[in-house]
């Protein structure tokens, strides 16, 4: 009798899935010195980077009128560009400098996370002279 609770113990706990288990998870970000940076520059100098990182990558941008850091993803910093043509582009920098560009029209399609639209700035009024 006894060898038979054992046996129906044992396997009714082999059913048991590790899955329901509490995971210990540890989340490590990596320093980014390099989105660091882009982000301490003034507006202006940073829309230049924003721009020079689009172009470097042989896509067309006239002039990045917006820009911004949305989120990290997979390691490296995700930031998003408006063109003055309207366009928004991802960027994203790796802690080593490499830099991938991206049309947030293609982020579903490539299984990336979407872009948040950014507006273009509101003008600023010329200054009496």
């Given at each position: 009798?006894?060898r ?31 989105s ?70 293609d ?23």
């Amino acid at each position: 009798m006894i060898r038979w609770l054992a046996a129906a113990l044992f396997f009714s706990l082999g059913g048991c899935e590790r899955g329901d288990l509490p995971q210990n998870v540890t989340k490590i970000t990596v320093a980014n010195p390099h989105s660091d940076q882009l982000k301490a520059l003034p507006e202006d100098l940073r829309q230049l980077g924003l721009m020079r990182a689009i172009r470097d990558s042989g896509r067309r941008c006239k002039r990045v009128v917006n820009g911004a850091h949305q989120q990290e993803h997979s390691g490296m910093a995700m930031w998003v560009a408006m063109c003055e043509d309207g366009r928004h582009w991802a960027i994203f920098i790796a802690p080593n400098a490499d830099v991938q560009v991206r049309l947030c029209d293609d982020m579903d399609t490539l299984d990336l996370p979407q872009c948040r639209p950014l507006s273009a700035p509101a003008a600023t009024p010329a200054k009496a002279g």
